[in-house]
């Protein structure tokens, strides 16, 4: 029996992702790197800046300036405050499940805090927010997520998690949980589902429709 879901953030709840996306290509220009948003999305799902980053700078010799991540987070923060959404169809279902939710993110607490207030969902969690910042290895290890299940007291059987990148289905498979491969956000791009499904996902949803039948048939909806 189901006590408790457990939803990643950007890209499941709130269609961030491609607002990050567009910041950081746009940042990265004057450095001389240039990728599409669908090859950018498809190389870095999920991951940290600053990883994403070494990676760049290991793949393409980019080397930032001192003042790089306070750019990218005005950046992100402008984009955010103009053009943040919830994913269509996810505010219903994130109001309608009928056990608790807690959120597990990469992402700081305040920049969950932040997101669920500005689209209006801040006051439907009923749960709480687990962040990488509370463990010392973000996805795609499964510290954030044990640390969840341990914070609230569940077996890994007792909860699932949401989740739109490889990296978080890897790291809640990783510790122990079964996991919905969620596609409904603007960054997703063709092959993605196969991606998710090879990282672990048990159910994938193309969509907030197809989530909220595989929530009916676990009976959380």
Known sequence: MLKHLLFDNDGTIVDSEIIAVRATLRLL????FRMSEQEYSRRFPGLLERDILAILKEEHGVVVTDDYFEQLRALHQEGF????RTIPGMESIFRSVRVPKS???NGSVRHVVQCLQQVGLHDALDGRIFSAEHVARPKPHPDVYRHALTELELHPSETIA????PTGV???RQAGLRVVGFLGAAHIYEGHGERLAEAGADWLAA????????FRHLDVL
């Open 162 to 165: 949401v989740e739109d990148s």
């Open 103 to 105: 959120m597990v993110s």
């Open 207 to 214: 969509d907030a429709g197809e989530l909220a039948g595989i």
């Open 170 to 172: 890897a790291a809640a």
């Open 81 to 84: 405050r103009r053009e943040l």
């Open 29 to 32: 220009e004057p450095y001389g």
